[in-house]
């Protein structure tokens, strides 16, 4: 079992910046790929970017490249998104999820566990 607490979302003005985090706990962190995904009204759950275990390997939508950055602290049992020049189009729920299988996952369907979810609201 692995348990997912997001944290950071808000409202912000486009060309800004949010920092959001996703705090794990239950089986060992550093053993798991984690993900970010977002799920605008009405549409289907998106990846948005994915770290392997060891943070060596990062991978993103074409829509973030350049803006948004993943990251881990396996000391600290958390990944981050940073996410900066934020546009209108990138409003959304995000959530963070653990891919427990050999590699990294791009779909949502191959992440085992995910959090609550965190609201950001990227305002004109």
């Known amino acids: 079992q692995v348990q997912l607490v997001e944290s950071g979302g808000g409202l912000v003005q486009a060309g800004g910046s949010l920092r959001l985090s996703c705090a794990a706990s239950?089986?060992?962190?550093?053993?798991?790929?984690m993900g970010w995904f977002r799920q605008a009204p009405g549409k289907e759950r998106e990846f948005v970017a994915a770290?392997?275990?060891?943070?060596?390997?990062?991978y993103y939508t074409d829509s973030v490249k350049g803006r948004f950055t993943i990251s881990r602290d396996n000391a600290k049992n958390t990944v981050y998104l940073q996410m900066n020049s934020l546009k209108p189009e990138d409003t959304a729920v995000y959530y963070c999820?653990?891919?427990?299988?050999?590699?990294?996952?791009?779909?949502?369907?191959?992440?085992?566990?995910w959090g609550q979810g965190t609201q950001v609201t990227v305002s004109s």
């Open positions: 999820g653990a891919d427990l299988r050999a590699g990294v996952g791009f779909l949502p369907y191959e992440y085992d566990f």
């Open positions: 239950g089986r060992t962190f550093n053993s798991y790929a």
């Open positions: 770290i392997s275990w060891s943070g060596g390997n990062t």
